[in-house]
């Protein structure tokens, strides 16, 4: 204790800095021939591993010549000279020791999860069922274990002024495109975050995506998705302590494909793709059909429709907007509350409160039954679409197809839908084209004209 109360440089320097925080441990151990000073985070080490690697050695067969071997050979214990670097290491979950005047670190970092957990967002009927964890080392342990190639690049960042997250931007050198790579790389260099918490978050740093109408990176939690995307000469972005990869350049396509889709013969995979785009377009465009068909365009319907959907209408006493808005914000609400309610409870209180509010609202005059078919009919359909990004892109323009078939009708729909694959036309993707039919093809052309 009395050499404790002299001071010691690096623990009164680290007391200082993190103003002598409880949850941290600095100890000075004397093995009656020399003294060893410590300072770690017990929460954020593995303590089994100190224990292994430093107090065993010392306390209980320590041997000068053999202790002084080890921490300058040792493939985890690195001399710090930078006492500006100190408490960086001490945040990751490093050990600081200082032994004969000299400081060190050693990487006794905790793990939060040692096997991979199952898919959960994007489920899996055929395939592999192992997801990405929250844990850097894991997830690229799991990618090399399904692309197991020397090319296979990785690079490591570090972002978030804070946090001071570490990244992984991992890629095959052969196949990568370097204008997408070099451009990834100029995002990068340029957002300054203070804080990087999500793969979903620096996603949007680096893509523009609150100027964008769609997203223009993939996020999966799927490893094999990541390792067929990076053959296809994509890149991925790996976050610590986030259980999604973000790849890029994308496609419009690559979001409506599915990886069951690759493990199922190739026409059926190809007609459930095709019942998907269905189901995409049914989602965004039915709600402003109905109103376009009912206010602007009856003569789309034959006579008999038309008069069936008349009667079913006679008890409406507004406008068929006002009963469209009224069913999409009863079901955006459900969907929303949905998703925010516990597991157990949140389907069956989709389900209920569905079939209560759209049969109450059908007898009580305020919408059509006819609506509340379109209605079921869009909530089915949007869930058709793999990815949520994406499907959140769908959702939103449902509503700006509502709002021009309001003003406009039938006319108003096909201007949208014109000026959406226009703009889909001009859309890019960290250099590529948004709607390239084979991205490959478009990468060797671009390196030939280059």
Aim: hydrophobic share 45%; net charge neutral; with cysteine.
């Amino acid at each position: 204790m009395g050499a404790r109360k002299r001071g010691h440089p690096m623990i009164e320097q680290m007391r200082a800095e993190f103003g002598d925080s409880k949850d941290m441990v600095t100890e000075v151990l004397d093995n009656g021939f020399s003294r060893l000073e410590l300072c770690f985070f017990p929460g954020m080490c593995d303590i089994v591993q100190v224990k292994d690697a430093i107090l065993v050695p010392f306390s209980y067969r320590f041997d000068p010549d053999e202790f002084r071997r080890m921490l300058k050979t040792g493939l985890s214990f690195i001399e710090s000279d930078e006492p500006k670097k100190w408490p960086e290491m001490l945040l990751k979950g490093c050990v600081l020791l200082q032994y004969e005047e000299k400081v060190y670190s050693f990487a006794a970092i905790r793990k939060m999860q040692k096997e991979p957990g199952n898919t959960e967002v994007e489920a899996s009927l055929q395939g592999p069922q192992s997801s990405f964890t929250e844990d850097l080392d894991m997830n690229m342990y799991l990618l090399r274990l399904r692309y197991n190639v020397p090319s296979l690049t990785a690079e490591q960042l570090q972002k978030g002024e804070l946090s001071g997250t570490r990244i992984m931007v991992v890629y095959d050198r052969l196949k990568v495109d370097g204008g997408s790579l070099d451009e990834l790389h100029k995002r990068l260099d340029k957002i300054r975050p203070k804080l990087i918490q999500a793969a979903g978050q620096l996603a949007m740093f680096i893509g523009n995506t609150r100027f964008s109408m769609f997203p223009i990176t993939l996020q999966t939690e799927r490893p094999d998705r990541v390792a067929q995307l990076i053959q296809r000469g994509k890149i991925a972005i790996l976050v610590d302590g986030s259980r999604f990869a973000v790849t890029l350049p994308v496609r419009f396509f690559d979001f409506m494909h599915a990886m069951d889709d690759d493990y199922e013969p190739y026409w059926m995979g190809r007609i459930i793709i095709f019942f998907r785009y269905l189901g995409m377009i049914l989602s965004m465009t039915l709600p402003a059909l109905y109103i376009a068909a009912c206010s602007y365009n009856p003569e789309f319907f034959r006579v008999q429709l038309a008069f069936s959907i008349d009667g079913s209408r006679a008890a409406v006493p507004y406008p068929s907007f006002v009963e469209v808005f009224i069913m999409l914000f009863m079901i955006e609400a459900l969907i929303e509350s949905s998703i925010r309610l516990p597991r157990f409870v949140g389907s069956t209180a989709a389900t209920v409160g569905g079939l209560i509010l759209g049969q109450a609202a059908q007898q009580a005059g305020l919408v059509s039954s006819i609506m509340i078919i379109v209605t079921s009919v869009v909530a089915i359909s949007n869930f058709v679409i793999p990815n949520s990004s994406f499907s959140y892109s769908i959702r939103a323009l449902k509503y700006v197809f509502v709002l021009v078939a309001t003003f406009y009708g039938m006319v108003g729909i096909i201007v949208a839908i014109f000026l959406i694959v226009v703009y889909l036309c001009h859309l890019r993707s960290f250099g590529q084209p948004y709607l390239a039919i084979n991205l490959k093809r478009d990468q060797r052309q671009s390196q030939q004209s280059r």
